[in-house]
């Protein structure tokens, strides 16, 4: 056969169509044209919109081992979590117990010792659950206001407490109302007591260092950093052991006779909402002996005087 008569077209299998720079000019106008009716019409949106419903049952379904494998794994975990737990308030409720039959042989052997020693049984103290308001307006002061006043029969002195301890004095009385003078207020000082030493001494806020200072202790004081204060109960207002504050730095000056002796409150303000107000001690102690006499002295002056003025 002739060479002249071969067919030197290539089959339709391997026709390369329009060359590769007229594929890119097509394609890359039809990018741009594209993006600018996507922009300009948002025609692009209801396809996404459609394309995400679709596609949204193989997501489920391509998820569905990593959840059940999570699902797995955080139920294993679960129960070693639970497990932990439970052996921990075991552990609490272990000690708790212990601590409620060493609390109640303390308590048959106070009553028991009461008994010998014919003490008066201790005293029980009335109190009034309160809620913060707001802190004083006096920016130099560190006081807040609660909403019991003498509505529900706050008295004025009366100690404040928390959970933590004692936060402050009730020393103004609304009708709806009461202010409350926080233990760090420059103002405020509370008799105290080392649980450590059974040394008494005072206490006294100290606003700059937001915290309060015992003053007037002698440089050989023995007191330790850690050391717990609590109320001495001796100034019949505030009732004794309820914890006040903990010794937070201790410095012995050479050059002075006095120690300076930082605390730091156990109770702080800030961020405390509901709060305990108790009747001061002193309205449940007995009438003192001298006092008594006095009031009988002048009951009776005031009775011979009725009998002496002649009747008209």
Do not use: C, W
């Amino acid at each position: 056969m002739p060479l002249g008569t071969l067919d030197r077209s290539p089959p339709p299998f391997f026709r390369q169509g329009p060359s590769a720079l007229t594929r890119l000019v097509f394609f890359a106008s039809l990018a741009v044209f594209l993006m600018a009716a996507d922009t300009r019409l948002g025609l692009t949106g209801p396809l996404r919109t459609a394309a995400a419903v679709a596609l949204h049952p193989v997501e489920r379904a391509l998820l569905a081992p990593v959840d059940a494998l999570s699902t797995v794994g955080a139920y294993f975990d679960g129960i070693t979590v639970a497990r932990q737990q439970a052996d921990a308030a075991q552990a609490r409720l272990t000690q708790q117990a212990e601590r409620t039959l060493q609390v109640d042989r303390l308590l048959q052997e106070n009553t028991r010792l009461r008994a010998l020693l014919e003490l008066r049984a201790g005293l029980t103290y009335r109190s009034h659950a309160a809620e913060i308001l707001y802190d004083a307006a006096d920016p130099y002061t560190r006081k807040v206001v609660i909403d019991r006043g003498e509505n529900v029969g706050i008295l004025r002195g009366s100690p404040v407490i928390n959970d933590a301890g004692v936060l402050g004095q009730v020393t103004r009385i609304y009708p709806l109302t009461a202010e409350v003078t926080l233990l760090i207020d420059r103002d405020a000082a509370i008799p105290v007591l080392n649980t450590r030493t059974q040394l008494r001494n005072v206490a006294f806020g100290d606003p700059d260092s937001a915290g309060m200072e015992l003053r007037y202790a002698a440089a050989n004081t023995d007191v330790k950093v850690g050391d717990v204060l609590s109320t001495s109960g001796l100034d019949g207002v505030y009732p004794p052991g309820l914890p006040v504050a903990r010794v937070a730095s201790l410095e012995r000056r050479t050059q002075t006779d006095f120690a300076r002796i930082v605390l730091q409150p156990v109770a702080q303000a800030d961020g405390v909402r509901h709060v305990l107000v108790l009747d001061p001690m002193s309205t449940q102690l007995p009438v003192r002996p001298e006092a008594a006499a006095s009031a009988a002295g002048r009951d009776k002056d005031a009775l011979s005087l009725r009998k002496s003025t002649p009747r008209r």
